[in-house]
Structures are given as C-alpha cells and as structure tokens.
C-alpha cells in the first residue's frame, strides 16, 4: 500500500516539474510580447509627441489662408 502511494507521489512529482517547466516558457514567452509591443507600438508614438510639434512649427500656415 505504501508502496503505491510513493509510486504516485513520484508521479505527481514528474507532472509538477513538467507543469512548472511549461509555466515558466510561457511567462517568458507574455514577457517578450509584452516587450515587442511595447518597442513596436509605445516608443513611435512617444516619438511622434516630439515630431509632430517641430512639423507644425515649420508648416507654413500663410500659404493657405489662415
């Protein structure tokens, strides 16, 4: 009976680790995304905070009547 009960233990055992490793491959996995979004979507657009005033700055508004 012990015996049996230490097999499944053992068993539990494996299947955590192989759980775990998963987990953890996935957790690394949201951590990239989370940077390529933020490298692909956030930093243009703080970039355009700067761009765009030095572009109407220099639009010249006279040309069209305003």
């Known amino acids: 009976m ?7 233990i ?3 055992d494996k299947k955590l680790e ?18 390529i979004t933020a490298i692909v979507i956030i930093l243009p ?3 355009l905070a700067f761009v765009i005033p030095i ?7 006279g040309a069209l009547g305003l």
């Open 2 to 8: 012990e015996e049996e009960i230490l097999k499944k």
């Open 10 to 12: 053992e068993q539990q």
């Open 18 to 35: 192989a759980i775990y490793r998963s987990v953890e491959k996935m957790r690394k996995y949201f951590l990239w995304t989370l940077i």
């Open 45 to 47: 657009l703080i970039g």
């Open 55 to 61: 572009y109407l700055e220099s639009y010249n508004f």
